[in-house]
């Protein structure tokens, strides 16, 4: 059931979902699992009560960065015309939320006095991947404004060794996973346009991620700081497996062959996140527990495990009983849940854009053996 066949066929049954339920005026937009209280409690009774209109529709960058992606993968895949104009509307969209000074404003209401680094980042990612496949000036620019901000306002904290990439403008803990995608990015910007500019702070960077990883090849979720305590563990399965598949697509980009060093052990903190059932584990503590269950974590856990196994670092069943688990809880809409189980009772059905587009992208990843 997990097949290339079977995986690409639940993605385009979810990206027909996106397309019917969230594509308006060239971008992804609905509501989002949210942060803080939204996140613990109200969303589950925005769930409960989904005929109410809430009035929470929010555009993330994150979200139009892999729908940008997604859309140049099955062009690529199919050749219809339909993904690449859907590809080039939605970077057209990035670049008009872009502010002239080159960051993108966050769309939470409890975060929108901060800019963020994830969100700019992959508003950037996204222009860069229309950039390679469609090449437009315009699109470039953007995404060197948004390096050029990143770099100048946001900037880094050092660390004993190396240095970590800020989380916000508004300095915090040390985020290794921001680091990973600040390099990601870095890299992607040198590899399109040859400039060693774009290097200067790789060094540091891995300097820092390889001074911090853990014996058991996880990462922690927040390096302590003058600004922030030290938070080892959070969703540490979710947050590792993308960190995992960043630091891959880096190793594969001549500068970036310090990632190769950090992937073994963390291939191997991944393989201890799979359950029996195959979904992912929430945290350390819940290995085993079949609750609470959440779907884009689970993808993004299969991914990482067959971006390992491509590179001989883990067992390509791993990420195959992933990939059926996340086949056997797709609707027969297309879409997936957000969470099960949580507190044990409680349930969140609401179609959140955001995990859903990073749930297509990642049974991609499974239906195509070609990297990134």
């Given at each position: 059931m997990s097949s290339p066949d079977g995986l690409a066929s639940a993605a385009e049954k979810l990206h027909a979902l996106l397309l019917r339920r969230h594509f308006r005026e060239g971008l992804l937009s609905g509501p989002d699992y949210g942060v803080r209280f939204n996140f613990r409690a109200w969303r589950f009774l925005k769930s409960t009560l989904d005929f109410i209109s809430w009035h929470d529709d929010y555009v993330f960058m994150q979200t139009q960065g892999y729908w940008v992606l997604v859309n140049w993968l099955l062009y690529e895949r199919t050749g219809e015309p339909r993904y690449r104009e859907?590809?080039?509307?939605?970077?057209?969209?990035?670049?008009?939320?872009?502010?002239?000074?080159?960051?993108?404003?966050?769309?939470?209401?409890?975060?929108?006095?901060?800019?963020?680094?994830?969100?700019g980042s992959w508003g950037a990612l996204g222009l860069l991947a229309s950039h390679t496949c469609a090449p437009r000036d315009q699109f470039l620019d953007g995404a060197i404004r948004w390096y050029d901000f990143l770099i100048s306002r946001i900037g880094f904290q050092a660390h004993h060794h190396g240095k970590a990439i800020n989380y916000f403008d508004k300095p915090r803990g040390k985020v290794p996973n921001n680091s990973m995608l600040a390099v990601w990015l870095f890299l992607r910007l040198w590899s399109e346009t040859g400039q060693e500019r774009f290097l200067a702070h790789i060094n540091g960077l891995f300097e820092f991620l390889a001074s911090v990883q853990r014996p058991s090849g996880e990462f922690p979720y927040v390096v302590e700081s003058p600004y922030e305590r030290r938070r080892e563990h959070y969703l540490c399965f979710q947050y590792n497996s993308f960190q995992f598949l960043e630091l891959a697509w880096s190793a594969a980009l001549g500068p970036g062959q310090p990632a190769r060093a950090l992937l073994p052990a963390l291939a191997q903190f991944l393989e201890r996140g799979v359950n029996a059932n195959g979904a992912s584990a929430l945290a350390c503590s819940t290995a085993g527990r079949a609750w609470p269950e959440v779907d884009y974590y689970t993808a993004v856990l299969a991914a990482a495990l067959s971006e390992a196994a491509k590179l001989g670092l883990a067992d390509r069943s791993l990420s195959a009983r992933c990939y059926a688990r996340l086949l056997e809880r797709q609707r027969p809409d297309g879409s997936f849940s957000y969470s099960t189980g949580d507190y044990r009772f409680l349930n969140d059905h609401r179609s959140y854009p955001r995990a859903q587009v990073m749930t297509l992208f990642h049974l991609l990843c499974g239906a195509d053996n070609r990297r990134l």
């Open positions: 859907i590809a080039l509307a939605t970077t057209e969209g990035i670049l008009r939320l872009q502010t002239r000074e080159g960051f993108w404003a966050y769309p939470l209401p409890e975060r929108k006095h901060l800019v963020a680094t994830v969100e």
